[in-house]
């Protein structure tokens, strides 16, 4: 077997020699101790219209906002408003292990609007709402906060545009 070459900087060698950002494997270890909820009931529910006339938004953990809005803090709990016809979004997440690349070739792995309204135009969705919310998806261990608070304050939003619908995009 070969010898290896030394990893770039900020890059380091996995157990099975692969490159990885120096963070991942502590990331990795790090999220798999966190405790995760249980919940007795489900937040899901039917689709109460057919999906053909269902109007859909996104929200996302991608910490998207626009250039004149405040940007997300590290442990931010709180969201962003985005009108659907928003552009130019930037991408505001804290952690440097965070790979942008996949955004800013194109923005839809995150933020799919584009796909949306292609979905829109072909009649398999009933309309684009007219806002979609962001999160920061680098959250303190409960998400106390976001389940408790941000969230429920997200969703009367949602509720209040009517949406039937919602595209969930975890970054």
């Known amino acids: 077997m070969g010898q290896m070459l030394a990893a770039p900087v900020g890059l380091c060698r996995s157990r099975t020699g692969r490159l990885e950002m120096s963070g991942d494997q502590a990331m ?8 995760v ?3 007795e009931t489900t937040a899901f ?6 999906l053909g006339e269902a109007r859909v938004a996104i929200v996302t953990s991608a910490a998207l906002h626009r250039p004149d809005d ?3 803090t590290a442990t931010d709990t709180s969201f962003r408003t985005l009108a659907a016809e928003d ?11 965070f790979d942008r690349v996949g955004y ?26 007219p806002r979609h919310f962001s999160f920061a998806g680098n959250q303190p261990d409960t998400v106390a ?16 545009d009517g949406v039937d619908v919602v595209l969930l995009t975890p970054v």
């Open 45 to 50: 529910t039917p689709l109460s219209v057919p």
């Open 28 to 35: 990795r270890e790090l999220a798999a101790s966190l405790p």
């Open 37 to 39: 909820p249980e919940f």
């Open 87 to 97: 552009r130019d979004l930037l991408l505001g997440h804290w952690s440097p292990n």
């Open 104 to 129: 800013t070739i194109d923005p839809n792995v995150a933020y799919p609007i584009d796909r949306l309204r292609e979905l829109a135009d072909e009649g398999v969705i009933g309309e684009v709402a």
């Open 70 to 72: 405040d940007p997300f």
């Open 145 to 160: 906060e976001v389940r408790l608070d941000s969230g429920p304050a997200c969703a009367a939003e949602l509720v209040a």
